[in-house]
């Protein structure tokens, strides 16, 4: 079992930023491909975005693109949510997964992923 610890989330008004973290004390984090969810009372998991090992390639759900940004820097241990202009319908339980099916991987559905971390609360104000 992996362990994914999420930090970050919190209450800002719209059009502000949060930054989200999700760190793991696994050595082979590098060899993970690491995504982002959400969930909005009564939806279905979200995908917001996902970046390969290497940090080469990132891809996004529409409702996010060019809003947020996914990185990872693996000499930490760390994957990384950036959050901008963020909007009312933005609120939502946000979670990090990892996948270890390597860069081949690039599904957006939240039960494909391996290991997932607990949620963090993201709420944006009107």
């Known amino acids: 079992q992996v362990q994914l610890v999420v930090s970050g989330g919190g209450l800002v008004q719209a059009g502000g930023s949060l930054r989200l973290s999700c760190t793991t004390p696994?050595?082979?984090?590098?060899?993970?491909?690491m995504g982002w969810f959400r969930q909005a009372p009564g939806k279905d998991h979200e995908f917001v975005g996902a970046i390969r090992r290497s940090a080469d390639t990132t891809y996004y759900g529409d409702s996010v693109k060019g809003r947020f940004t996914v990185s990872r820097d693996n000499a930490k241990n760390t994957a990384y949510l950036q959050m901008n202009n963020l909007k009312p319908a933005d609120t939502a339980v946000y979670y990090c997964a990892a996948a270890t099916w390597g860069d081949g991987f690039q599904s957006t559905s939240f039960d494909e992923f391996d290991f997932w971390g607990q949620g963090t609360q993201v709420t944006v104000l009107s």
């Open positions: 696994e050595r082979t984090f590098s060899s993970f491909v």
